[in-house]
């Protein structure tokens, strides 16, 4: 047990920087708390014990900041709670919902839909309430979650706990009880969610989830982060995870729970033949696959139809290439959101079209190390393919008559590189 006698020649520190008046440092205060652990002292100092009543405040207001490094509290995050009825928008279902499929496809964009449609979500009027976080491979943890911060002042290192933005962001659904909140995760196929979130994979589970929405009489009006916790949990018999203390020697430590009204979207990219979600995480999401449109719609209006039959045909000769030794051949399909703004009426739509499709073939290469010659090549190949080029219309198609012109005989990857880069950056190339 961790007692005040503990931190006596510390305490003696800061009782002589306000006041020795007091005579703590002269054996009175370890008198009274020599045998209460720090959590103790702290709830009195903060509740003002009659045991205390002969501390003045501006020496109760330094004790309380010293006992607060050892319970892991903070004075000041005593809140408010925001009791703003919003229910009718926590009617949307799907808590945790992973997009699925190759770069380009809208995937982001349907999480917007559902985040800003009236239907659902309706949080166009409150950003604040949407935390989007691009995981890339230095993310962790720490990063995300909690963490140790280390400072250096007066030559003086010292450790803090840094409370990372997932955290933070769950605190803040935790007091609005009543108005939805989303965590979207982007790309998260580089990383372990698991390790990323940690024991909060246990937490998201539609049955482990508090039901905060349902509490209609509150205690108080403030609380501190853990003591609305510890309310939520008394009052919904709500699952929880301990959450140990990173710096502070104080034994009792801390719970989390997962609160029903926060929404978790994330996106995964089919980039390589990694496993992108672990089994235990497919049990606790809603995967939705997102496939390349081709058609005009009210979520993928393409500018050219010429250019959607293009990529349309491009990825069934695609998908026919890599059929018979994949497990997964839709993982080579090419996203539609480059490809929409090309315009039939612009003056520079061929340049457009060999840009996007520059960016195709490099990426076939460097990014998903497909061969040239069993990859593109075959593609181009692909009997089904060349008859789709080779239809009556041709002639009046500028896309047909514009992939023909780089779709030269004996092609590898350095010629076909160089020739779309000769239709895209001549004007660069030719500098001397």
Known sequence: MVIYKDFYNLLRNVIQETGEDTEYDKGTFLDIYGDKTTSEIYDDLINNASSLDGIDSDTKAELIKFFSVFVNKSISKKESLNLTDLRDNLNFKLKNILFKGVPGTGKSHKIGEIINDKNKLNLSDKPENVLRINIHSASSNADLMLGIAITTENEQVSYKEKQGLIFKHIQKACFSPYEPFVLVLEEIQENSLNELIGDLIYLIEDNKRAKIYNIKDFEKE????????????????????????????DEKNRKMIMPDNLYIFCTSNYRDDKKVIEDNLLRRFDVIEVYPQYKKTLEVYFKSQKVSDFLEALNTSISDTFDTNEIHPDRFLIGHSNWLKINDSSTFKEKEFYKVLLKVVIEFKEIREIDFKQGIDEIFKNKEFVKYLDTVESEKNWVKIAFKAINKENLNYQLLVSLLQDKVYKDILELK
């Open 222 to 249: 403030e609380y501190d982060y853990q003591t609305l916790v510890e309310e939520y949990i008394s009052k919904l018999n709500a699952h929880f995870v301990e959450i140990p203390n990173l710096v502070s020697i």
